[in-house]
């Protein structure tokens, strides 16, 4: 079993409608939760971190994480076509004295218009 | 301000041969990190650097080395190139302070996509 899993989808939508990505993880010592979106032909660029348990909200984007479940949600609302991309959930823990992140696979989202 | 910078961008070559991947991090960060990403595996952690030193090192082979200069630039080697070597190599800098990173946020370049042939 990996660390981290995400279903790699690929998770079609309708431009305007919530989108729902999720993670789930089984190293408990993760402290540090992040979400990036990786377009065709770049790098990842981090999208939201959150420390712990509980909500982070920024602008269309929202995440969630619940610890005890050890899951991990990010939630885009109005969603639109420049959403398009293959979003990584990430997380990290202290380990040698540097916070390396794990990724999950990642989830390919289109939303159509 | 300039972002994460990688070179080249796209390579081919074929087994048996070796490979120089080139970073350049963003203007006062002083941690790189390496990862290998691949549709099957997703991003895995190759290596990081901080002040020229590995502080951490993925489950790769020895083949997979790296190396940090004074400047913060890093370089990634891989040697005698193997089939499933292909994928897009991705660095990533952070401003980690010695104890830690702020947030745990990393600044990808574009990366650079090998296909060993």
């Known amino acids: 079993q990996k660390e981290v899993e995400q279903d790699p989808g690929p998770l079609s939508v309708p431009e305007g409608a919530i989108v729902s990505l999720n993670c789930t993880y089984s190293?408990?010592?993760?402290?540090?939760f992040m979400w990036y979106r990786q377009y065709s032909r770049k790098g990842p660029e981090l999208l939201m971190y959150t420390y712990s348990s509980g909500n982070k909200e920024d602008g269309r984007f929202t995440a969630q994480v619940d610890k005890s479940s050890k899951y991990i949600s990010l939630f885009i609302r109005d969603s639109q076509p420049s959403d398009s991309a293959t979003y990584l959930c990430a997380m990290s823990g202290r380990a040698g004295g540097s916070y390396i992140p794990t990724f999950g696979r990642g989830t390919s989202l289109i939303v159509h218009p | 301000k300039a972002g994460v910078t990688q070179t080249p961008r796209y390579l081919i070559k074929t087994r048996g041969q070796q490979v120089t991947l080139s970073c350049s991090p963003i203007s006062g960060h002083r941690s790189v990190s390496w990862y290998q990403q691949t549709p099957g595996q997703g991003l895995q952690f190759l290596f990081e650097?901080?002040?020229?030193?590995?502080?951490n090192k993925g489950n790769f082979p020895g083949r997979f080395s790296g190396r940090q200069f004074s400047n913060s630039r890093s370089e990634m080697n891989v040697s005698t190139l193997e089939l499933g070597d292909s994928a897009l190599y991705l660095c990533?800098?952070?401003?980690?302070?010695?104890?830690?990173?702020?947030?745990?946020?990393?600044?990808f370049g574009e990366g650079s996509r090998l296909t060993v042939l």
């Open positions: 190293n408990s010592a993760f402290q540090y």
């Open positions: 650097y901080f002040s020229e030193t590995q502080r």
């Open positions: 990533a800098s952070s401003l980690a302070l010695k104890q830690g990173p702020v947030s745990g946020e990393l600044f």
